[in-house]
Nanobody, 120 residues
Framework: QVQLVESGGGVVQSGGSLRLSCTAS????????MSWYRQAPGKQRALVAA???????NYVDSVRGRFTISLDDTNNTLYLQMNSLTPEDTGVYYC??????????????WGQGTQVTVSS
């Protein structure tokens, strides 16, 4: 199994920046894709950015050009650099990993989340 722990959230003014971190442990080699999701107040959890092991990345339109997702293989840490933040970026950000093993052909793991609050 894979365990994920997020950090780096906080309170920032509109236009500011934050960098979120997600450290992974466990069966790292089984991970196919790692992603960042966020759940805004009163909203459903939604994908923000995804990183595939091949290096391919994808972003939801609302953050494209402002956010950058990256993976540091030396410490198994996924990052989300967030620039030009707006109040609409407020929410709990969750790290996600999907992958497969011979025993578990498909699995999904979630971190506990880290709060990001962007003030006007």
């Amino acid at each position: 199994q894979v365990q994920l722990v997020e950090s780096g959230g906080g309170v920032v003014q509109s236009g500011g920046s934050l960098r979120l971190s997600c450290t992974a442990s466990g069966s790292i080699s089984s991970i196919d894709t790692m992603s960042w999701y966020r759940q805004a107040p009163g909203k459903q959890r939604a994908l923000v950015a995804a990183h595939i092991r091949s290096g391919y990345t994808n972003y939801v339109d609302s953050v494209r050009g402002r956010f950058t997702i990256s993976l540091d293989d030396t410490n198994n840490t996924l990052y989300l650099q967030m620039n030009s933040l707006t109040p609409e970026d407020t929410g709990v950000y969750y790290c996600n990993a999907i992958g497969s093993t011979s025993a578990r052909p498909a699995y999904m793991s979630w971190g506990q989340g880290t709060q990001v609050t962007v003030s006007s």
